[in-house]
């Protein structure tokens, strides 16, 4: 294995981890580490584009599923603008790695990306 595809390896390995360390924690409102989690999926987008996992439901899935859990709370937003600064680094992501049509269906994004959307509309006309 040559070396860049190690690099490459560790990576993906990487924020997949970080991923589902993410979604298991316990206090599941920290976007300090959200953002650092997709600034750093942004930033290695070479490493990713032929990450066939990153693709897949649990990773995708998750990221929506962070945004859609602050919204589906309402008013318990405490930080609107880091909110914000997640979900434009989520909807930059799936730009550079489409959903699949399955996984639309499956995995309901239809319905939550309209949530999200419904509440974005009182918060941040420009990001509606």
């Known amino acids: ?54 693709y897949e439901e649990e990773c995708q899935g998750s990221l929506l599923n962070w945004v859609y859990l602050l919204y589906s709370q309402g008013g318990k937003i405490s930080d609107y603008k880091k909110v914000e600064i ?13 959903i699949k049509p399955m996984d639309l269906i499956n995995l309901n994004f239809i319905h939550k990306l309209n949530k999200i959307k419904k509440n974005l509309k009182y918060t941040n006309l420009e990001l509606y």
């Open 1 to 54: 294995m040559l070396a860049d595809d190690v690099i490459q390896s560790n990576i993906q390995e990487y924020l997949i981890k970080r991923i589902q360390e993410e979604d298991t924690r316990i206090e599941k409102n920290d976007l300090n580490d959200k953002i650092a989690i997709t600034e750093q999926i942004l930033l290695n987008v070479d490493s990713l584009s032929s990450f066939e996992d990153f």
């Open 86 to 98: 997640l979900l434009n680094n989520i909807l930059k992501i799936f730009e550079i790695f489409p």
